[in-house]
């Protein structure tokens, strides 16, 4: 069940996204009608299926259609995961930052950092180590660059 926080920044609607987007999913009555610019804070959604991902491509395909100029920031590895597979996630939008899974050397604690998508591209994906937070060892990128960033690629 996915819970939607609606702040209004001037002529900006900022909305933020918790929980798991399913079947139950309604982004028409969670959002509303789609503002001139949304911007959407995928931080909190650990986890999307197949009715909630047309749920999705249908409300922000929607909301392109209209003018709508859509952000995406903080997206979840789940939600990276989807920009990934689906060419049309994004429905057009502009995906400002992502989180990335990272794995402690010493301790294996799985852990998250978040990078602006441009700093991304200006690193050639050559991403920094981060230091773990419960040992303060070394964490290094857990994935495939080439699979994880393929979205930066296109």
């Known amino acids: 069940m996915v819970n939607v926080v609606k702040e209004q920044k001037g002529s900006v609607l900022v909305v933020r996204l918790t929980g798991s987007i399913e079947e139950s999913v ?3 009555q969670l959002i509303g009608p789609p503002p001139g610019e949304l911007h959407v804070n995928c931080k909190e959604i650990p986890r999307i299926n197949s009715v909630g991902v047309k749920a999705w491509i249908k409300y922000f395909q929607g909301a392109q259609s209209k003018g709508t100029k859509l952000k995406f920031v ?3 590895t789940a939600i990276v995961e989807q920009i990934n ?3 049309n996630f994004t429905c057009g939008g502009v995906v400002e930052s992502i989180f990335v899974p990272f794995s402690c050397t ?5 852990l998250v950092g978040l990078f602006k998508c441009d700093d991304l591209k200006k690193l050639q994906l050559r991403l920094p180590d981060l230091k773990c937070s419960k040992c303060g060892g070394k964490a290094v990128f857990d994935d495939i660059p080439e699979e994880y960033f ?5």
């Open 74 to 76: 903080e997206c979840s």
């Open 26 to 28: 309604n982004f028409d």
């Open 85 to 87: 597979l689906i060419s």
């Open 150 to 154: 393929g979205f930066l690629m296109r």
């Open 106 to 110: 010493g301790c294996k604690s799985e």
